[in-house]
Nanobody
Framework: QVQFVESGGGLVQAGGSLRISCAASGGTFSSLAMGWFRQAPGKEREFVAAISKSGHITSYADSVKGRFTISRDNPKKTVYLQMVSLKPEDTAVYYC???????????????WGQGTQVTVSS
């Protein structure tokens, strides 16, 4: 059973940058497409970014395009989300997601991390 642990969340001022990570244990990391989703208080969980098993294909929500970059290091079994030009509306719990099939849909995700809080102050 593959498990994921996120790290790197925290408090940052608007306009600042942050990189969050998700490390996998167990399973075969390179056989999984990976993604990041987020959930703000009182809102539904939403797609942020996805990356294919090889890392050659990526997708982004319109709200983060040009500001966030997803990447992965298969030997290290880790996926990253680099966030720049952060806005208060980016405040949410960010969840690492994994699935054998590349997806941007919450309901299709098989595996979730526990989440890491990102708070952007104005």
């Amino acid at each position: 059973q593959v498990q994921f642990v996120e790290s790197g969340g925290g408090l940052v001022q608007a306009g600042g940058s942050l990189r969050i990570s998700c490390a996998a244990s167990g399973g075969t990391f390179s056989s999984l497409a990976m993604g990041w989703f987020r959930q703000a208080p009182g809102k539904e969980r939403e797609f942020v970014a996805a990356i294919s098993k090889s890392g050659h294909i990526t997708s982004y929500a319109d709200s983060v395009k040009g500001r966030f970059t997803i990447s992965r290091d298969n030997p290290k079994k880790t996926v990253y989300l680099q966030m720049v030009s952060l806005k208060p509306e980016d405040t949410a719990v960010y969840y690492c997601a994994a699935d054998p099939i590349y997806t941007t849909v919450v309901a299709q995700v098989d595996y979730w991390g526990q989440g890491t809080q990102v708070t952007v102050s104005s």
